[in-house]
């Protein structure tokens, strides 16, 4: 089983949507928690990081369930521009500082 | 202005033949590392650095090597790159291992 999963989609959305993406890990004792964004052949930027308590930042909404070991990204108002490859990322399982990053989930946000 | 930089963007060269792909960030960070993205597989990490002199494996470092001699440069070394080897490479670079910045991605073919 692979260590950060998530579903690959794509997910075919309109713009003004809600779409939530979940991503789930396998190792309890990993910490930090992240969420980048990958337009296509382009390089990964860092989108939001993830708290326990929720992190919201405009139409963007990212949780972290420690219980059952998934964190979560929530889109509001769907634009065009969302369009993109969204990638989890975990860090710290086992005290390690290589960060394992899920295989992305496709959103295509369409007119 | 804030940059990573990667060089060269596109090669294709043959197995066997050492090359080195350059990484320079003016962003006075410790941390760098070094990433390959393949289809299906997500971004994987193959070497990273603490600090200048300190570089520890990643999930995937065999057949490269790194050096880092200056706080601004991290080069990735391929001394005898095989076929299994083409990829996109991307180097980053954060104050900890926690946010990174990527650089624009060198996309190898090795023949």
């Known amino acids: 089983r692979k260590e950060v999963e998530q579903d690959p989609g794509p997910f075919n959305v309109p713009e003004g949507a809600t779409v939530a993406f979940n991503c789930t890990y396998s190792?309890?004792?990993?910490?930090?928690f992240f969420w980048y964004r990958q337009d296509c052949r382009k390089e990964p930027k860092l989108l939001m990081s993830v708290y326990s308590s929720g992190n919201e930042d405009g139409r963007f909404t990212a949780q972290l369930n420690r219980a059952s070991q998934y964190i979560s990204l929530l889109i509001r108002d769907s634009k065009l521009s969302d369009s993109a490859t969204y990638l989890c990322v975990v860090l710290g399982s086992g005290g390690s500082y290589i960060p394992t990053f899920g295989r992305g989930t496709s959103l295509i946000v369409h007119p | 202005e804030a940059q990573v930089t990667q060089n060269p963007r596109y090669l294709i060269t043959v197995t066997g033949k050492k090359l080195t792909v350059t990484c320079s960030q003016n962003m006075n960070h410790e941390y760098m590392s070094w990433y390959r993205q393949d289809p299906g597989l997500g971004l994987r990490q193959i070497y990273y650095s603490m600090n200048v002199e300190v570089t520890d494996k990643g999930d995937v470092p065999e057949g490269y090597k790194v050096s880092r001699k200056e706080k601004r440069n991290f080069p990735l070394i391929l001394e005898s790159p095989s076929p299994n080897q083409t990829s996109l490479y991307f180097c980053?670079?954060?104050?900890?291992?926690?946010?990174?910045?990527f650089g624009p991605g060198t996309r190898l073919t090795v023949l």
């Open positions: 980053a670079t954060g104050r900890g291992y926690n946010e990174q910045f």
């Open positions: 190792n309890s004792a990993s910490q930090s």
